[in-house]
C-alpha cells in the first residue's frame, strides 16, 4: 500500500488548527493488549467517520493520528484511514526500534507515506530500563537520520527521567512527551502537593533540551471525576513557563478522552478555554503551528 496514501493529499495551511494527538483502533482486526480492565468500554471500533462532526464542529482542520498498538497491523489500519481523509496531516506509527534491520525497511518502505513519527508504549514493557537500551538507541538514531519524530509516553516520574536522559543522549532527535507526562491533577485538586512538585521540577528538567517539546493531552483523565476547565489550568500554565507555546501542541486524545470527558467536544473546548490567556501568537502555535513544525506537516502532505 505503499505510495498511495500521498496521492489523497492535499496541501494543507500551517495556520489552522490540528488536534496533534487523535487514536483510531479496530479491534476485531487488530489486537490491542490494553483494552481491557478500565478501558474496555472502549473495546469496540474507533474510526475516523466516527469523530468527523465533531472535528467539523470545533472547527479542527487536520488531525495527526497516533497508533495504539506495537504492531504492524495497527499501522496499517492508520495509513488505510489517513488514505480515506485528506483531514489527516500525519500519522505517528509504531517500528521495531529494537530490531534495527526491521525497523530501517518499514520507515524506508513508508518514505512516500504521511508518516511524521514513531512511538512506542514504552509504558507497557516489562522492562522498567526498556527506553536506555542499547538496541533501542540504535532504533533511535534511524529516526533522527530521517527527521523522523520519537513520541514517547512518559506516564511516571521514572520515564520522565529518562526522556532527560534520553535527549542528552540524541541530541539530533525531536522528541515529543505525550499527555505532558501525565501531571499529578487529581491529587493536586486533593490538596496534596508533593507529587506536583516532583512532577513540576520533573517537567522542567525535560523542558531544558531544546529539541523536546510536549503535548498537551490527556489532562481531563489526569484531573480524575468531576474535573472542570479550571482543573486543567495549572498544569497548562506550567507547560507554558517551561516550553513556551512554541513547543507546545494540543491533542484530543480521543476516543481514549471518552474516560474522562462525556464527548469529544467537552475535552476539546476545555483544552483550548486553558489558552485564553496566551498571545495570539502563542495560542496559534499551540493549536497548529508547533504540529506543523516539529512533525513536518505541510512539508509532508505538499510534496507528495
Known amino acids: 500500500m505503499c505510495g498511495a496514501v500521498g496521492a489523497a493529499y492535499r496541501h494543507a495551511m500551517s495556520d489552522t488548527v490540528v488536534d ?13 493488549p490494553w483494552l481491557a480492565g ?20 470545533q472547527g479542527v482542520h487536520r488531525v495527526v493520528l497516533v497508533q495504539s498498538a506495537d504492531n504492524r ?19 505517528v506509527a509504531w517500528v521495531p526500534l529494537t530490531s534495527t534491520p526491521d525497523a530501517a525497511a518499514l520507515l524506508d518502505a513508508w518514505r512516500r507515506e504521511p508518516v511524521v513519527g514513531v512511538t512506542h508504549r514504552v509504558q507497557d514493557e516489562a522492562d522498567p530500563q526498556w527506553l536506555l537500551r542499547p538496541d533501542v538507541h540504535d ?19 521514572q520515564l520522565l527521567r529518562q526522556v532527560v536522559e534520553l535527549a542528552d543522549r540524541h541530541p539530533d532527535l525531536t522528541i515529543v512527551v505525550g499527555h505532558l507526562g501525565m501531571p499529578p491533577l487529581a491529587t493536586l485538586r486533593a490538596g496534596e502537593h ?21 503535548k498537551l493531552t490527556g489532562l481531563p483523565q489526569a484531573a480524575g471525576p468531576g474535573w472542570d476547565a479550571a482543573h ?42 486553558t489558552l485564553d490567556e496566551v498571545g495570539s501568537d502563542g495560542r496559534a502555535a499551540v493549536l497548529g503551528g508547533t504540529a506543523d513544525r516539529v512533525y513536518g506537516l505541510v512539508r509532508a502532505t505538499s510534496a507528495l
Open 232 to 273: 486543567l489550568r495549572p498544569a497548562v500554565e506550567r507547560a507554558l513557563t517551561a516550553f513556551g507555546p512554541s513547543r507546545l501542541m494540543l491533542g484530543s486524545d480521543w476516543p481514549t478522552s471518552l474516560l474522562g470527558a462525556d464527548s469529544y467536544a467537552t475535552a476539546w473546548s476545555a483544552l483550548v478555554g
Open 194 to 214: 508533593r507529587d506536583w512538585e516532583r512532577w513540576s521540577s520533573l517537567i522542567g528538567d525535560v523542558a531544558a533540551a531544546p529539541h523536546v517539546v510536549a
Open 20 to 32: 496533534a494527538h487523535l487514536h483510531v483502533w479496530k479491534p476485531d482486526a487488530v489486537h490491542y
Open 73 to 91: 497491523a495497527d499501522c496499517e489500519l492508520l495509513l488505510l484511514q489517513a488514505l480515506s481523509s485528506p483531514r489527516v496531516a500525519g500519522v
Open 38 to 57: 478500565q478501558h474496555t468500554p472502549l473495546a469496540r471500533p474507533f474510526l475516523l467517520p466516527d469523530v468527523t462532526p465533531d472535528l467539523d464542529q
Open 139 to 157: 532504533g533511535l538514531r534511524l529516526l533522527a537520520e530521517r527527521g523522523l519524530t520519537f513520541d514517547v509516553p512518559a506516564h511516571t516520574p
